[in-house]
T-cell receptor, first 113, second 114 residues
Framework: DTGVSQNPRHKITKRGQNVTFRCDPISEHNRLYWYRQTLGQGPEFLTYFQNEAQLEKSRLLSDRFSAERPKGSFSTLEIQRTEQGDSAMYLC???????????FGQGTRLTVV | AQSVSQHNHHVILSEAASLELGCNYSYGGTVNLFWYVQYPGQHLQLLLKYFSGDPLVKGIKGFEAEFIKSKFSFNLRKPSVQWSDTAEYFCAALPSGGSYIPTFGRGTSLIVHP
């Protein structure tokens, strides 16, 4: 157990529905990342928070995607009007202030049918 | 933009064979480098990392990697693989300063036959 917790672990949704994922970081990890991983690919960066501030967003992150990290603790990633192409594993990773390695959660596997 | 390339997408070995997985990064400045492993059904976890100093880095489970700055490479090695090393291996780069975003390669799938 890495200490980074993601919920739910699996989500099946119909196309057009909205979904929300949650990430609870290791305590005192001020940097939080969302990545997306599809079969046969490495994690692709989506967005980055330092404390509560969203500092970077990938061009992969369309306007249907939104992420928040209120109070610099847990984070949520919402996808509106899901499309089949959104089917993927969504990973959360966190790092501490000392610039050490990122710790990953188990991920949320999204299937859009 | 920085990128990370992993040359071997699928590797199949027999137990006791030696392993070398290639990783190249494109970034002109100082960079921190990592190898992560993902065992079937599990989360990504760190194998080893390089920040500075000795370019030969030793990690867990007998893995090591060598940073060659002139070649922009950080190849992963293990002298003798075991069946339990079957997993996906990802190389990642994190520039020092500026963007704090680790960039990952597409991964190498390693299958070790007993």
């Amino acid at each position: 157990d890495t200490g980074v917790s993601q919920n739910p672990r699996h989500k099946i949704t119909k196309r057009g529905q909205n979904v929300t994922f949650r990430c609870d970081p290791i305590s005192e990890h001020n940097r939080l990342y969302w990545y997306r991983q599809t079969l046969g690919q490495g994690p692709e960066f989506l967005t980055y928070f330092q404390n509560e501030a969203q500092l970077e967003k990938s061009r992969l992150l369309s306007d249907r995607f939104s992420a928040e990290r209120p109070k610099g603790s847990f984070s949520t990633l919402e996808i509106q009007r899901t499309e089949q192409g959104d089917s993927a594993m969504y990973l959360c990773a966190t790092r501490d202030r000392m610039n050490t390695e990122a710790f990953f959660g188990q991920g949320t596997r999204l299937t859009v049918v | 933009a920085q990128s990370v390339s992993q040359h071997n997408h699928h590797v199949i070995l027999s137990e006791a064979a030696s392993l070398e997985l290639g990783c190249n990064y494109s970034y002109g400045g100082t960079v921190n480098l990592f190898w992560y492993v993902q065992y079937p059904g599990q989360h990504l976890q760190l194998l080893l990392k390089y920040f500075s100093g000795d370019p030969l880095v030793k990690g867990i489970k007998g893995f090591e990697a060598e940073f060659i700055k002139s070649k922009f490479s950080f190849n992963l090695r293990k002298p003798s693989v075991q069946w339990s090393d079957t997993a996906e291996y990802f190389c990642a780069a994190l520039p020092s300063g500026g963007s704090y975003i680790p960039t990952f390669g597409r991964g190498t799938s390693l299958i070790v036959h007993p």
